[in-house]
């Protein structure tokens, strides 16, 4: 470990990201330790938000105006998990786990980070490990959109149904940032790799 | 296609041992150790000059090209 005095941007950067590490380890142990104590208790203050499609007409507007002239896309409403824990107690729970799952591996690849960075102070960078932590990184920001929409389609399209008379189209919402960050991600693993071979051949330079 | 390492043989012939070579010639132990079992990738000419100076000898008394 370097002397405290040799303070540069990596040890800012690791810094920064080991208090927010030990916020999200907090904030985590706290949400499930509140949603467990909701559940036994009963005092359930989560809500899900609902997108549901209304027509012009359905409104009563202050002005008289044409319904022809608006054009409103949807109405959001919030659903009380206390109702879907005494009526749809699968649902809940499902949603319970998928959401506890979720956080996992945020944590898990935040943590994963923050490694990265104590390496880097430890003037470690390129190792295999660093390597592999890339990978898992640019692995979850790659599979996060699809596993939100595993979670949309199993839990929040059922409940939709449930409430909403209207017919519903859900369509995924694809967003390609993420997907590009999660190949840079993977590309900058290649270049460690690269970093690696190299360090190798440096420390076998007699 | 290989490089050999003949430093073993060249310190039995001129009966050094590792430690004093490494004391003369300025090179940690482990990285002699690394020269000496064939696991160095590259060997610096510095290293080399003072290799062949410490043992009287020339670079290829300890480096031998073989094809495999």
Redesign the interface.
């Known amino acids: 470990m370097k002397s405290f005095k040799d303070r540069n941007a990596v040890y800012y950067s690791y810094a920064i990201i080991n208090f927010f590490w030990y916020v999200l380890c907090g904030t985590a142990i706290l949400i499930i330790g509140t949603l467990f104590t909701q559940h036994t208790f009963g005092l359930l203050l989560n809500e899900i938000h609902l997108g549901i499609p209304i027509e012009p007409d359905q409104l009563t507007l202050q002005t008289a105006i044409d319904s022809s002239m608006i054009s409103i896309d949807s109405a959001t409403a919030s659903l009380n998990a206390d109702y879907l824990m005494n009526n749809h107690f699968g649902l809940y729970v499902g949603i319970l786990v998928s959401f506890i799952i979720g956080m996992g591996l945020f944590l898990f690849g935040f943590f994963q980070l923050r490694m990265m960075l104590k390496s880097a102070w430890n003037d470690k960078v390129f190792t295999q490990k660093n390597i592999t932590r890339l990978k898992i990184i640019a692995g979850l920001i790659i599979a996060f959109k699809p596993f939100e929409w595993l979670i949309y389609q199993l839990f929040v399209v059922p409940i939709d149904e449930m409430l909403v008379a209207n017919e519903i189209s859900v369509t995924l919402d694809f967003e390609p940032g993420s997907f590009v960050y999660g190949l840079l991600l993977f590309a900058l693993a290649a270049v460690f790799e690269k970093g690696h071979d190299m360090y190798q051949e440096l420390k076998l330079t007699v | 296609m290989a490089i050999i390492v003949n430093l073993d043989v060249m310190l039995a012939k001129r009966k050094m041992s590792l430690t004093e070579l490494s004391e003369e010639v300025g090179?940690t132990m482990s990285?002699?150790s690394?020269?000496k079992t064939g696991?160095?990738?590259?060997?610096?000419f510095s290293?080399l000059e003072a290799i062949c100076e410490a043992l009287d000898c020339q670079p290829g008394d300890i480096l031998e090209y073989s094809e495999e």
């Open positions: 090179i990285n002699l690394i020269l696991k160095a990738k590259a060997i610096r290293t």
